[in-house]
């Protein structure tokens, strides 16, 4: 834009000299370039007026969520101050009752709390899978199951650092386990290293040709 125009300038200052500067372009070229300036001049304006308009709509959203968050928030305030928070009716306007919220970090009910033990069991998958299913307890950050034929003390560990947490915390599988029956041993530890009370399941892996669930 600004090169344009001090180019419109030079041509306007050549072209008054007596005789007229042989440097200058033709009139067509100049309309042309200052048809162009205009035209972009125009979109500039347009762009700014849009880029305005989204800003003010943008404040006036904000303006108005904020509005309505308050009135929300003292409609909330004013329900558990008339029944509580834990009233079944504050779900018809679209509140959650306290009981109803519910976070990954949030134990559900019946979870067991340190030092347990864990829920543990063991069911056999066939081909000398044994699949070990292993449950929350609060407190408690990472677990180890050891694996020994009934009737011994010939512990031997399986899996560990296992992890409790909801998100991670999967059921492990112990493969290629030779036939015989075994008893299984869940322990879980807390940030202290301490071990829980230990959980036990027994499994029968079968022979070949006799597998059962």
């Keep these: ?21 042989s440097r200058v372009v033709s009139d067509a070229i100049m309309t042309q370039l200052l048809t162009h300036r205009d035209i972009v001049d125009d979109l500039a304006i347009d762009a700014r007026a849009e880029r305005k308009e989204r800003i003010d709509a943008n404040a006036a959203k904000i303006a108005l969520f904020d509005a309505d968050s308050k009135l929300l928030s003292f409609l909330f305030s004013l329900c558990k ?20 919220i519910w976070t990954p970090g949030t134990p559900e009910p019946g979870t067991p709390e340190w030092p347990g033990p864990a829920e543990f069991e063991a069911n056999y998958l066939g081909q000398d899978i044994v699949e070990l299913v292993y449950g929350p307890v609060i407190g408690a950050v990472i677990g180890t199951i050891r694996r020994a034929k009934s009737g011994t003390t ?13 998100v991670n915390r999967v059921p492990f599988r112990d493969t290629d386990v030779p036939p015989a029956e075994y008893e299984y041993e869940f322990v879980c530890y ?6 829980s009370e230990a959980a036990y399941a027994t499994m029968v892996v079968p022979e070949a040709g006799n597998a059962r669930r």
């Excluded at 101050?81 to 109803?100: M, Q």
């Excluded at 010939?154 to 909801?166: C, F, H, Q, R, S």
């Excluded at 807390?190 to 071990?195: G, L, Q, V």
């Design 190 to 195: 807390n940030n202290a290293n301490e071990p």
């Design 1 to 21: 834009m600004a090169a344009i125009n001090a180019w419109k300038r030079c041509h306007d200052r050549l072209l008054a000299e007596v005789p007229p500067d």
């Design 81 to 100: 101050l008339t029944w509580g928070d834990d009233d079944s009716r504050l779900g018809l306007l679209g509140f959650v009752p306290k009981s109803e």
């Design 154 to 166: 010939d512990w031997e560990i399986v899996a560990e650092g296992l992890p409790m947490d909801d």
